[in-house]
């Protein structure tokens, strides 16, 4: 059964094309329905760009039916069925971007090494700071970017290893300038796996044959709150294939975020001048002889995923209190809870930071040495990434900040 009867036959709805397959007018741009963060307030629908690199390094990704193809098959099929963006746009992208249209089914479908080869572009080479620089280049006001790679530079025959700080100081300063014209940007990054069957080229452009599971990468860039809405619409946990393996994120920092006191944790008064973050006359509980309280927070506008907020190592306090996180458990609009336990009442401002930091699985996922393909490894993919966690804590190096006042 060849790939375009299999897919004909998983094929849940049919998606109508577009004349032209650009970028809408401006004022043809639909508004959506309220997302599910902030009910009163109503997001423009953007226009989704889908860049797909096809450079050689590639094809291992494409021979036959892989996960890769179902990975990016489903999740541009459930941006279409969502409803969360005004139109979606398919290219090829390696050392220019190339069009192919709107069709997602026949994009899938002829997703093969001999349709990468036929569409042209520099193929044998790969430099992902001009690679994403190009996508950064293309989306603008009301629009997502999503770019699908293997995320690995290789700038020929040469040893690409001089070449990996230049990667990401390159990439931190285009991200930079951007950030300068939508301030409000976000990035997602998504490490997947799939089985890949065919060249892999080393550092030095050396071509190893290989048949086995190799990390790929999806890129969404854009505005927060409507990468937001798009992640409460299409879930992670929605990604077929092997699903997502791990998650990068970047937004701006020194965010504001609604948090509360719990009012059911701990012995204490609340001040009639400030309900949410003042607590007068704290007590020891009686049976554990602990002072106790805790604090409701809505991290959801940060974009981080629960792994990261649910680690110790990402918050800074300077407080005599132990603190605890873990996901609320109340369906009030918040998504967390942090608990403060200690052996004594000790007044004055308790305040916790959120830190910026790189997650511990981009160094984990790390080739540095690049002469062969590493088992479940993205060469230099920590300078890449790092690249753009540069950029967005330049200013900043914490998310947010919460306070609370024991008087």
Not at 95 to 108: A, L, V
Not at 335 to 361: N, R
Request: proline share 2%; with cysteine; net charge neutral.
């Amino acid at each position: 059964m060849n790939k375009t009867i299999i897919y004909s036959f998983l094929a849940l709805i049919s998606l109508s094309t577009c004349d032209g397959c650009g970028r809408q007018p401006k004022d043809q741009v639909k508004s959506s329905e309220s997302t599910k963060t902030d009910p009163t307030e109503v997001l423009i629908k953007p226009t989704v760009n889908v860049y797909i690199e096809n450079s050689g390094s590639m094809d291992g990704y494409v021979k036959g039916i892989t996960e890769f193809e179902n990975a990016v098959y489903n999740y541009l099929s459930d941006i279409m069925i969502s409803g969360v963006s005004d139109s979606l746009n398919l290219f090829y992208i390696n050392s220019k971007i190339i069009k192919y249209g709107s069709d997602i089914q026949d994009f899938i479908e002829k997703l093969e090494p001999s349709t990468f080869r036929a569409r042209g572009g520099n193929r044998g080479t790969s430099d992902i700071a001009n690679v994403i620089d190009a996508v950064l280049n293309e989306t603008q006001e009301n629009e997502i970017g999503i770019l699908v790679t293997d995320g690995i530079f290789s700038p020929g025959k040469i040893d690409a290893t001089e070449y990996l700080g230049i990667q990401q100081i390159g990439i931190k300063r285009r991200i930079s300038d951007y950030l300068k014209r939508y301030p409000n940007t976000a990035v997602i990054v998504y490490q997947l796996s799939s089985n890949f069957s065919g060249t892999y080229y080393n550092k030095v452009d050396a071509k190893i044959t290989i048949n086995e599971q190799r990390p790929f990468y999806i890129y969404v860039i854009g505005d927060s709150k409507q990468i937001s809405n798009l992640r409460n619409n299409v879930a992670d946990g929605k990604f077929k294939g092997s699903g997502v393996k791990n998650v990068f994120t970047s937004v701006v920092g020194s965010q504001e975020v609604k948090y509360t006191l719990n009012p059911s944790i701990g012995k204490y008064k609340k001040s009639r001048k400030d309900t949410k973050t003042t607590i007068e006359d704290l007590e020891k509980d009686s049976r554990t002889k602990k002072v106790k309280f805790a604090v409701n927070v809505d991290f959801s506008g940060l974009l981080l995923d629960d792994d990261y907020l649910s680690d110790l190592n990402n918050y800074e306090s300077h407080s005599k209190y132990e603190m605890e996180v873990k996901p609320s458990i109340t369906k009030n609009g918040f998504t967390h809870t942090l608990t403060f336990t200690s052996d004594k009442v000790t007044k004055g401002i308790v305040s916790v930071k959120l830190k910026s930091k790189l997650p511990a699985w981009v160094e984990a996922a790390n080739d540095d040495d690049g002469s062969t393909a590493a088992k479940g490894k993205t060469y230099g993919i920590k300078y890449q990434l790092g690249g753009i966690f540069d950029a967005f804590t330049f200013n900043n190096s914490y998310y947010t900040e919460i306070k609370i006042n024991i008087n």
